[in-house]
């Protein structure tokens, strides 16, 4: 036979053997390759794959279970990745090229496998596997192809050509151009003459890349630019082909096999239909509930066009089977093994790898026992392709380091990866492919029941992935039905409503390792660590009746009701403000839900006399959040769920709610209504200027609730003092017949700084039991100036009905006055508590366990005893605490006794005003001002036109929280408001009802998920604190979990603790050690959790500073426009100074060989473009500013 072709090409010559150059000779002479790799059956011993991953590690399997020796290429972005490592030998190709282009590397590849005497190369799937010039290089070279020969794949690779071997095999075909197009005005011509919609797809490739459904012609320009643009990096051509668009069907693929002796097989079909971006993400074999006839004749149609061009070894015939008219279409055959080749196999027993290298070596179909007779299909297979992919962001691609990685394993089901491990890093690069799950049973249902399991088991950390997203697949009954299109993703947005990954073990870590290399993340008030003590938790029984207690009589018989049970109980009631008002007098307000919970059954179980729990609302729900990162609606929720048997009471700061200011009514409406849902009993509601229009508006919004209304009336003064003639008794009674007027079922006198004393008392309580007999009374203290419990004995003699106590250790000093010195003085009298001092000791002792963990917010570092000067200066409990810790945080301690002056005569400024949050805190920065300016009452008075006074201050001078009793003293008002406007009237009626609504979309657009009522209540009162509450806990997770010495300082190395997530889920975490600083400034920290290793790399803030990164996208701010995933910037379309309107392209950016358009978020002006051609970004990073 006449010679066809060069021996080798030039760049091969030096590197061939003698041997080799003979073998070509004798083939140059004789015939051509093909011919002689069919008659020699030669047995191979050493094979090359060229590709990488998954399908890599797939061959190399296959080969070692038939003992051939096997080598695997690697670029260098891969030079970590496991495939390489599988291998027998590994070898760096493309080295300073591109990543993609490493592997497209003909000649290097060639070099390569003559150099180390590889017989035979596997092109895998995607990069060179249907490129004929590679078929064609390794003949050339006497390397056996594991494929068809060049000549079919150039002829199937090229689409035209396809579809004309098609025709010729009388197989229908799809209306399409009759040559590859390399321009959109070619697509043009084509779209105006079959009209629309037309489908783009690459002429030199497949598996979805390069591929655009275009439905209006203003869309094709830019879609067939992008189309080829994807074509060209992935396959190295950017010709295109178009063909009219078929809407609806399903995709039916055959596998083929065929030998070098003109026989051609099928292995039954796949239904691929489950598509996005013309990608598969599920495949099926074989098709579920196909016609039998329709299946048939597909079948018979594949092995006709494969037979009719002479094709050999394994390739897929795809066609699109439109089910309204029962057609169907041929539209490609990719020569070369598939993605999805696995459920094949899985359903035929055929080990297709294994096929394909036995039929390049010469064996015949029959040798092989695969005649058509013998192929059987048994049952059905399911493949879900696990992506490094976001749903939730148009299923962009995501890179970066696997941080946890465990798979789903058992019975029917395979797993086939790559680098799908702990610490893998994952590439920008290439494709996004993690995992290929296959699951086989003997029907349907049952196969995705195993794959759905399968799915379930995963745990996938530091990346993003597909899996929610398959597992909406999987549970939907349609795809269950086993009859979806291909616009089945499309049209069911439903399987976007994607749960947020919860990941929480691995977020804790993540905090437990930020704390360990950063440091707190509180601020810690003093130098006092946490305590290393782990408190006894009292046991209480474990049973199911919890001991009868005043809420079970609240519960039956409503607030009225209620309130007269109150008064006729013969005993004084006590309500315990541990769990509140105690911790934030004592200890900055820090203590956190996990030590609340560990002590709440106790009291359910061992004090169900107690008349109420004071754990919630005012400091606490800000607090939470801002500093101990929880919600404070969980704590309600938790703690109800422990004490069902004992009334919750909070402090509802009227028109002010639980906030700092005032807020629309139906904030404040909304706030109580939500509040009792969630268990809230007792509502001591408040004005911080004993203002009558906030102060019964709130306590309208408790009634309109359904909760126990305790009207408050707060106390200041001096009532057995007669020269003290401004909160004289008459207002005090004034005040309360107005409370008892608008409807109060408890009265409450607060007495917020511990100004009352014995005498005072006894007037107070005993005048308005003579007015008002039926009333129950309830009298709040504190212990400042330690005569506290003589007030509450006082009191109780005098007829109050309820008195606020703190259990022993967590009493005194600006805390309320201690529940077992009152509990013990009233024993055995006629209004003994019937509480029993052991069970207090009990309580107590906990909590003096407990309080040493809190000894970096420990009051007493600074304040030594109570002080009966709190007369004098009238300082609220609360803030006389951090008053001082402020001062001596400052290195100002020794002016503490200057700020306490300073703050009396503040009081006298604005007119010896009521002093609660916030009215304290500007008497409170009005104080700090004068001492900062070093200015006395006179000065402030004489030079108010000119000062710059707090903002705080002006707004209480603009009427902002109300008017004080008095009215504003003047000229001082006139002075400081100079002309501004003053406001006369209750600021809830001028403000617009607040629109949750619209919130909620604005929360949803901002954090990607819905959010509840409890969330949106959050938000509309502390709209930043949330904010920064709702980041930080997408972060990190639930830390309210964590032991509290953990969430404040961290653990010791090697420290061993538990973390009980939820009921039955309990971790175990031992820290192992904190790596070196990286380059990048970052520390690994390792840990064992629950027996397994990991690794958390957290940056080091300090070590970082003089390291410069990369600007982020500002979240919130639409101008700022960041990257929506790592990629690299393939062109800028835009430069400073552009004007842009609203979708404008701006750039184009490249990720795991998917293009993506980066388009203006709204009309403006360029002003800064912080990129360049080329450059690689990661996820948010910034991109342009617009204004």
Known sequence: MAPTMLLAPRYLMPLLRTSQRLSLLRCYLKTDCSTAQKTTGKQIKKLMVANRGEIAIRIFRACTEMNIRTVAIYSEQDKMQMHRQKADESYLIGKSLPPVAAYLNIPEIIQLALKHDVEAIHPGYGFLSERSEFAQACADAGIIFIGPSAKVVKRMGDKVEARQAAINANVSVVPGSPGPITSSEEAMEFCKQYGLPVILKAAYGGGGRGMRVVRKLEDLKQNFEMASSEALAAFGN??????????????????????????????????????????????????????????????????????????????????????????????????????????????????LVRSQIRIA?????????????????????????????????????????????????????????????????????????????????????????KMLRSLAEFRIHGIK???????????????????????????????????????????????IGNTMVNGPSTLLATKLPPSDIEPTVPQVPYVNHIPRGWRNILLELGPVEFAKAIRAHPRLLITDTTMRDAHQSLLATRVRTFDLLRIAPYLAYQMPQLFSLENWGGATFDV??????????????????????????????????????????????????????????????????????????????????????????????????????????????????????????????????????????????????????????????????????????????????????????????????SMGAVVACLQHTDIDTGLSSKDISVYSSYWEQTRSLYAPFECTTTMRSGNADVYENQIP???????????????????????????????????????????????????????????????????????????????????????????????????IMRGQKIQTERAGTRMEPFDFDKLAEQLKEKFKRDFDEHDLLSAALYPKVFDEFEEFRKIYGPVDRLPTRMFFVGPKIAEEFPVDLETGKMLHIKTLAVGDLTKTGERAVFFEMNGQLRSILIRDKEATKSISFHPKALKGVKGSVGSPMPGELVTINVKEGDIVEKGQKLATLSAMKMEMSITAPIPGCIKKVHISSGMKVSGDDLLFDIE
């Open 238 to 351: 950017g010709a295109m082909f178009i063909e009219k668009f078929i809407e609806r069907p399903r995709h039916i693929e055959v596998q083929i096999l065929g030998d070098k002796y003109g026989k051609v097989v099928h292995l039954y079909e796949r239904d691929c239909s489950v598509q996005r971006r013309h990608q598969k993400l599920v495949e099926i074999a074989p098709a579920p509930n196909l016609d039998p006839t329709i299946r048939n004749a597909l079948l018979n149609d594949a092995v006709r066009l494969a037979s009719s061009v002479g094709y050999e070894n394994a390739g897929t015939v795809e066609f699109l089977y439109d089910q309204t008219s029962g057609r169907y279409y041929f539209i490609e055959v990719n020569a070369r093994l598939q993605v999805e080749h696995t459920v094949t196999e899985e359903i035929t027993g055929v080990d």
């Open 361 to 449: 070596e010469g064996r015949s179909l029959d040798d092989l026992n695969l005649t058509q007779d013998k192929i059987e299909s048994h049952g059905y297979a399911i493949q879900c392709r696990i992506t490094t992919e976001d749903p939730a962001k148009q299923f962009q691609p995501d890179s970066g380091r696997i941080e946890v990685f465990q798979s789903g394993e058992g019975m029917g089901i395979r797993l086939d990866s790559a680098s799908a491990f702990a610490g893998a890093i994952i590439s920008p690069y290439y494709d996004s492919l993690l995992v290929k799950i296959i699951a086989r049973a003997s029907d349907f249902r049952l196969a995705s029941k």
């Open 465 to 511: 992935t597909n899996i929610p997203f398959l597992m909406n697949v999987l549970k939907h009954e349609q795809f269950l039905s086993g009859v979806v299109d291909t616009n089945f993703i499309d049209e069911h947005p439903d399987l976007f409503n994607l749960p947020p990954a919860k990941q929480r073990a691995q977020k804790l870590l993540r905090y």
């Open 624 to 817: 939470s959040m801002r500093f101990l990162h929880e919600c404070p609606w969980e704590r309600l929720q938790q703690l109800r769920a422990l004490v069902p048997n004992i009334p919750f009471q909070m402090l509802l700061r009227g028109a002010n709610a639980v906030g700092y200011k005032n807020y629309p009514d139906n904030i404040v409406y909304k706030f109580c209504e939500v509040a009792v849902k969630n268990g809230l009993d007792i509502f001591r509601v408040f004005d911080s200027l004993n203002y009558l229009p906030n102060l019964i508006m709130g306590m309208d919004a408790v009634g309109t609730a359904g909760g126990v209304i305790e009207g408050s009336i707060c106390y200041s003064g001096d009532l057995s003092n007669p020269t003290l003639d401004k909160y004289n008794l008459n207002y005090y009674m004034d005040l309360t017949d107005e409370l008892v007027k608008a409807g109060t079922h408890i009265l409450g006198i607060k007495d917020m700084a511990g100004l009352l004393k014995p005498n005072s008392i006894r007037m107070l309580i005993s005048a308005i039991r003579d007015r008002y007999p039926n009333m129950p009374i309830h009298l709040h203290t504190h212990d400042t100036a330690g005569a506290g419990v003589a007030c509450l004995l006082a009191a109780a003699e005098s007829g109050v009905d309820i008195v606020d106590v703190a259990v022993d250790s967590m009493s005194g000093m600006t805390s309320q006055p």
């Open 877 to 975: 409990g609360g803030q006389y605490t951090n008053l001082q810790f402020q001062s001596y945080s400052l290195g100002l301690g020794d002016q503490f006794e200057n700020v306490k002056r300073k703050y009396s005569e503040a009081n006298q400024l604005l007119g010896d005003i009521i002093k609660v949050t916030p009215s304290s805190k500007i008497v409170g920065d009005l104080a700090q001002f004068m001492v900062q300016n070093n200015l006395t009452a006179q000065q402030v008075l004489d030079r108010a036109e000119e000062l710059s006074f707090p903002t705080s201050v002006i707004e209480f001078f603009s009427g902002a929280i109300g008017i004080p009793y008095g009215g504003f003293p003047e000229p001082l008002r006139t002075k």
